[in-house]
C-alpha cells in the first residue's frame, strides 16, 4: 500500500535547540508536503551558540531501526545529515544499496559554532565509501574544502567530489564573505548553475540542515533534481526570513509555513 505522504528516512543528529538536525529535518519535510522517519545518529550537547559534544549511537541500533521501518513502511529518499562516528558508515551504505532510492547528504563536519564534528577517520570513510552513492551533496563551503583539501577553489573540490561518484554537488554560500549568498550546483556533463540569494542579517543555526531536507523532500515527491535543488533553497530563504530567537545566539529557521 502506497503512504499518504511520501516518506524521508532521515539519519541525524539530534540538537536539543530544535534548530538543526532532526528537528530541522521533521518540520521542513512536513512542511514540504512529506513525512520524516527519523533515526538518531547521536545526541550532542549544545545551545544556539555551538555544539560542546556528540556521543554516537550504536551503529547495531541504527541498523535495527531501518531494518525495521524497511519492512513496514515504503521510502522514497534518504536523508543524512550527522554521522555520529566511522562505525556507522557500513551499515548506511548497505541500506542505502538496499533501498535504492535518492540520498541526500548534507556532510556535517564543523558546527557553525566553530566545533569540530568529524574525526579524520569518519572523513576518510565517508569520502570512501558514503560519497559513491550519494545523488546530493550539500556542502557549504568549509565543508567541501573539508573533503576535497588541498584544491584552490570551490570549482576544483566539486570537480574532485564528483569524480569519487556522487552525483550532485550543492555547495552553500552562506559561510562565505559575498555580499549575496552564492550556492553553486554541480553535476557531471552540466555547466555549474549559479544562484544568489539576498544575504540575510545575522548567521543562523540549522540552515543547512532544513535546506538538505527539503531537497529530500521534493525527491520523494518525486521532483526532477534541478527543481528540488530550486524550490527547496527557495523554501530555506523564507525560512530564514522567519527566523525566530530562542536564546543568546543564532536563531533558529522559521520552518513552518
Ligand atoms: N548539531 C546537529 C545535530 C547538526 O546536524 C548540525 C548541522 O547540520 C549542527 C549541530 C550545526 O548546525 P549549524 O552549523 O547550523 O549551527
Redesign the pocket.
Given at each position: 500500500m502506497k503512504p499518504s505522504l511520501p516518506l524521508v528516512l532521515c539519519l541525524?543528529?539530534?540538537?536539543p535547540t530544535g534548530?538543526?538536525?532532526?528537528h530541522?529535518d521533521i518540520e521542513a519535510i512536513a512542511a514540504n508536503g512529506g513525512h520524516a522517519l527519523s533515526i538518531i545518529?547521536?545526541h550532542?550537547v549544545?545551545d544556539?551558540h555551538?555544539?560542546l559534544r556528540?556521543a554516537a549511537v550504536a551503529p547495531l541500533l541504527i541498523a535495527q531501526q531501518i531494518e525495521t521501518l524497511a519492512n513496514d513502511c515504503e521510502i522514497a529518499a534518504i536523508k543524512i545529515?550527522?554521522v555520529g562516528d566511522a562505525e556507522q558508515i557500513p551499515p548506511l551504505v548497505q541500506w542505502i544499496l538496499r533501498l535504492k532510492k535518492p540520498v541526500v547528504f548534507?556532510p556535517?563536519l564543523?558546527?557553525?559554532?566553530g566545533?569540530n564534528?568529524a574525526s579524520a577517520a569518519l572523513i576518510a570513510a565517508v569520502t570512501e565509501h558514503l560519497l559513491p552513492h550519494v545523488t546530493l551533496l550539500t556542502p557549504?563551503a568549509a565543508e567541501a574544502r573539508r573533503l576535497a583539501p588541498g584544491l584552490a577553489s570551490l570549482e576544483q573540490c566539486a570537480q574532485y567530489l564528483l569524480s569519487l561518484g556522487c552525483q550532485n554537488i550543492l555547495i552553500t554560500g552562506g559561510d562565505e564573505s559575498d555580499p549575496s549568498v552564492i550556492n553553486t550546483w554541480h553535476a557531471r556533463e552540466q555547466a555549474p548553475k549559479v544562484f544568489a540569494w539576498p544575504r540575510l542579517p545575522e548567521?543562523?543555526?540549522?540552515?543547512?540542515?532544513t535546506l538538505?531536507a527539503a531537497c529530500a523532500a521534493f525527491l520523494a515527491h518525486g521532483s526532477a533534481i534541478g527543481v528540488a535543488i530550486e524550490q527547496a533553497q527557495r523554501y530555506t530563504q523564507d525560512s530564514l526570513d522567519r527566523a525566530f530567537r530562542i536564546g543568546q545566539g543564532?536563531r533558529i529557521p522559521g520552518r513552518h509555513t
Amino acid at each position: 500500500m502506497k503512504p499518504s505522504l511520501p516518506l524521508v528516512l532521515c539519519l541525524s543528529g539530534h540538537d536539543p535547540t530544535g534548530g538543526a538536525g532532526i528537528h530541522a529535518d521533521i518540520e521542513a519535510i512536513a512542511a514540504n508536503g512529506g513525512h520524516a522517519l527519523s533515526i538518531i545518529t547521536a545526541h550532542t550537547v549544545q545551545d544556539t551558540h555551538n555544539v560542546l559534544r556528540v556521543a554516537a549511537v550504536a551503529p547495531l541500533l541504527i541498523a535495527q531501526q531501518i531494518e525495521t521501518l524497511a519492512n513496514d513502511c515504503e521510502i522514497a529518499a534518504i536523508k543524512i545529515g550527522l554521522v555520529g562516528d566511522a562505525e556507522q558508515i557500513p551499515p548506511l551504505v548497505q541500506w542505502i544499496l538496499r533501498l535504492k532510492k535518492p540520498v541526500v547528504f548534507d556532510p556535517v563536519l564543523r558546527a557553525g559554532g566553530g566545533s569540530n564534528l568529524a574525526s579524520a577517520a569518519l572523513i576518510a570513510a565517508v569520502t570512501e565509501h558514503l560519497l559513491p552513492h550519494v545523488t546530493l551533496l550539500t556542502p557549504n563551503a568549509a565543508e567541501a574544502r573539508r573533503l576535497a583539501p588541498g584544491l584552490a577553489s570551490l570549482e576544483q573540490c566539486a570537480q574532485y567530489l564528483l569524480s569519487l561518484g556522487c552525483q550532485n554537488i550543492l555547495i552553500t554560500g552562506g559561510d562565505e564573505s559575498d555580499p549575496s549568498v552564492i550556492n553553486t550546483w554541480h553535476a557531471r556533463e552540466q555547466a555549474p548553475k549559479v544562484f544568489a540569494w539576498p544575504r540575510l542579517p545575522e548567521t543562523f543555526h540549522g540552515a543547512g540542515c532544513t535546506l538538505a531536507a527539503a531537497c529530500a523532500a521534493f525527491l520523494a515527491h518525486g521532483s526532477a533534481i534541478g527543481v528540488a535543488i530550486e524550490q527547496a533553497q527557495r523554501y530555506t530563504q523564507d525560512s530564514l526570513d522567519r527566523a525566530f530567537r530562542i536564546g543568546q545566539g543564532r536563531r533558529i529557521p522559521g520552518r513552518h509555513t
